[in-house]
């Protein structure tokens, strides 16, 4: 079965500071993978998502991530951090199920940004 | 514009009684997604619709939970016989054809069994 596992539960960052946060998957065939963001008082948003092709995925609001096969991994970047950006971040691999990529999600990263 | 709408934002219910949560997607949108999400985890799958047929119901825990999208727009998940472990916030989401993945969450239903 896919797993997405993100091992950081909580990231401290300075507003305009450069970000990254880890995430790592676990699926038998080629992946599908996700990033999307909840913010307080809002519903998910989709950031990116990855299904082929470029291994370097841009994405909504600045955000970038790379796909890096040897490594399992799909870590989501900024280069520079707003105040705005608070949120929590998940991860996802998705499985193929009636013609959709049905996202299994991680247990999130909350990003937190000192001014 | 409107989004995906869901309704109630807040329903209690004591345990044992059926719920009734309810889903209206964005226009158009073919798919329709349902997730579970416990406080300070990630959202889990529950069912995904296209139009009117239920095409994957793997994630709903027990026959408990039903959902259903007679007209192929609005979707409700039924709850019955509610158990404490059922407290969570629902969330549904809708995307359009070729995009088939979630794309666009509704608020969610805060649901507390009592």
């Known amino acids: 079965a896919q797993s997405v596992t993100q091992p950081d539960i909580h990231i401290t960052v300075s507003e305009g500071a450069s970000l990254e946060l880890r995430c790592n998957y676990s699926?038998?065939?080629?992946?599908?993978l996700f990033w999307y963001v909840q913010s307080p008082g809002q519903g998910l948003q989709l950031l990116l998502k990855?299904?082929?092709?470029?291994?370097l995925v841009q994405g909504i609001k600045g955000f970038e991530a790379e796909f890096k096969r040897s490594q399992s991994s799909f870590n989501l970047r900024k280069p520079s951090v707003h105040w705005s950006d608070a949120a929590e971040y998940f991860c996802?691999?998705?499985?193929?199920?009636?013609?959709?990529?049905?996202?299994?999600f991680g247990r999130g990263t909350s990003l937190i940004v000192h001014p | 514009g409107a989004g995906v709408s869901q309704s109630p934002r807040y329903k209690v219910a004591k345990r044992g009684q059926d719920v009734a949560l309810r889903c209206d997607p964005i226009?158009?949108?073919?798919?329709l997604f349902w997730y579970q999400q416990a406080l300070g985890q990630g959202p889990e799958f529950l069912t995904y619709?296209?139009?009117?047929?239920?095409?994957?119901k793997s994630g709903l825990p027990s026959d408990r939970f039903f959902a259903e999208r007679p007209e192929g727009s609005v979707s409700t998940l039924k709850i019955q016989r509610t158990q404490q472990e059922d407290s969570a916030v629902y969330l549904c989401?809708?995307?359009?054809?070729?995009?088939?993945?979630?794309?666009?969450f509704g608020d969610g239903t805060r649901l507390s069994i009592l």
């Open positions: 989401a809708s995307s359009s054809w070729p995009d088939n993945q979630p794309q666009h």
């Open positions: 699926y038998g065939a080629t992946p599908y």
């Open positions: 990855y299904f082929s092709g470029d291994t």
């Open positions: 996802a691999v998705g499985y193929a199920s009636g013609g959709s990529y049905i996202p299994t």
């Open positions: 226009s158009g949108h073919v798919s």
């Open positions: 619709f296209q139009n009117e047929a239920q095409l994957d």
